[in-house]
């Protein structure tokens, strides 16, 4: 019989009961199911003075053992890896835009690797709150707007055919009034693109320590296909696409089923040597064709 808690489904409102799971990093809290859509979320969520102090600080990822050091430096080396693999993910479906905005820039890196390409054909701007992020920010223009706050300043309204929030909306306490007000920024017939991690991965099946290690504090919540397309469908979205692909390299996968942590110095998306990076590819493809891709990806337009 299934203990139910105090805890309301942050995407549909329905009652949530307790799976056993807790994050790595506050064993008081408790990773919740709803019992009506499937959502996995944390509970208690954070407050809003928690919401802040992570934010301006980059709590998560500048203090904790595998990062490498919390200055600015660090954060480009922990970063460029998944700033590379992004871009070759990303830049040919942005090419087809004009004004793309990225919601959520963290450092900028994403955008200041865009902005290098020579043959790009689309301008890009940013928004991010992060204080500590804002005062290193390389990547451009960026707006410091809270979404789920701040009021859109005109000169935003309707302005970008393309948002991309790559890793944000797992953050996010209120997920369907926060797509809701990024409508706003859009022009009329826009797209939008969400990257989130997948609670369905390949990776939380063969490693129990890592299914442990992805549960964190500072994320709301845990998106599978349906649930992902679920809350956009709520905020009022039209999903044109929805698929999973790898980001972790097969030799990342082997040591977290072997020794059970990731790679400290997290060269973990590609391999060592380039020559067997044909291996790689051929793993990560396939793991994405069968749904359980590291990254969850929607496509979405206005309804």
Known sequence: MNEYTLAKCIICGERCFVTGEKPRDRFSADIVRCDSCGHYQMYPLLTREEEKDEYDNDNTVRFS??????DFESMRIKFSEWTSEHVSIYFNFLQDYSNVLEVGAGYGFFMEALNKMPDRRFSIEGIEIGKFRLENFVG?????INIL??????????KYDCIICIHVLEHISNPVIFLER????LKPGGT????VPNINCFLSEISKDYKRFMYLYEHCSYYSTDTLQLVFEKAGFKTTNIHTYEIYSIE????????GVPFINY???FMPDERLEWINRIYKDEI???????ALTIYAKLN
């Open 267 to 269: 060269n973990q998306m």
């Open 252 to 259: 990342n996968h082997c040591r977290w089923v072997r020794d």
């Open 192 to 195: 939008v693109v969400f990257e």
């Open 149 to 158: 706050t701040d009021t859109i300043p005109n000169s935003m309204r309707n």
């Open 288 to 294: 994405g064709k069968q749904g359980k891709g590291f």
């Open 140 to 144: 451009g223009i960026v707006h410091n």
């Open 182 to 185: 990024i409508k706003d920024l």
């Open 65 to 70: 053992n595998i990062a490498g050091g919390s």
